[in-house]
């Protein structure tokens, strides 16, 4: 029986914390008790909005509307923070295993966002064996038209870049905003019709609930 996400990033947190020096591990805890603390703000994305198309680029710089994906058929649009987060990796690696081989029966697609430069969506395509399609959000424009970006504390920016993480960087545009990690199915009318943000980023959306959400559309 293959793991569920919690199972796996939970079996990596605790991996982890013993290599990390007392002071970094500290910063991080502190950072998602907060974010646990603070819960999902008001005004994020929600079921029943109705979004309007937007324009991303591909992992070749290629631009794609997104529009046009859930036009097609329902669409699977799922924000991670980069390919450099551990637990957006163990997230995406699970939805290739056990999400993607099931999105046929629906007719359905599955697109992932990140604010990282083209060719940060490229090496994580790679290194994932992503088989999905995944696009880049240059400033996180279209996270933050959808109520989920915002950016880490100083704090937390400067033990990444200790660690030699620079998001302005690896991000698109040289912005360090991230989006939480939200995954939504999106009907041909472009109405949200599952939506799950995650003030914590160490949680993610489960395969099962995306299966319910999409059998749930009839």
């Known amino acids: 029986m293959t793991q569920s996400i919690q199972e ?4 990596f947190q605790a991996a982890a914390g013993g290599q990390m020096p007392a002071d970094i591990a ?3 805890a502190r950072e998602q008790e907060g974010y646990r603390a603070a819960g999902v703000p008001a005004g ?13 680029l591909d992992a070749r710089s290629r631009p794609v509307s997104v529009g046009e994906l859930w036009s097609q058929g329902p669409a699977v649009i799922v ?11 163990i997230a995406l690696r699970t939805y290739q295993r056990d999400l993607v081989p099931e999105l046929d029966a629906f007719g359905a697609r599955l ?3 990140s604010p990282q430069s083209p060719d940060q969506s490229l090496s994580t395509q790679e290194k994932a064996e992503l ?6 959000d240059p400033g996180s424009a279209a996270a933050r038209q959808l109520g989920i970006a915002f950016e880490p504390a100083e704090e937390v920016l400067v033990t990444q870049r200790k660690l030699g993480l620079d998001l302005t960087q690896v991000n698109a545009e040289g912005s360090a905003e991230l989006p939480m990690p939200t995954v939504l199915l999106v009907d041909t009318a472009g109405t949200v019709r599952f939506a799950d943000v995650h003030a914590d980023y160490t949680t993610r959306t489960e395969v099962p609930a995306i299966l319910e959400a999409l059998r749930s559309l009839g």
């Open 8 to 11: 796996q990033s939970e079996a």
């Open 26 to 28: 500290a910063v991080f």
């Open 44 to 56: 994020t994305v929600a079921v029943g909005d109705t979004l309007e198309s937007f324009t991303l």
């Open 79 to 89: 924000f991670y923070r980069g390919g450099w987060c551990p637990y957006c990796n």
């Open 111 to 113: 697109v992932a966002i």
């Open 131 to 136: 088989s999905f399609t995944v696009l880049s």
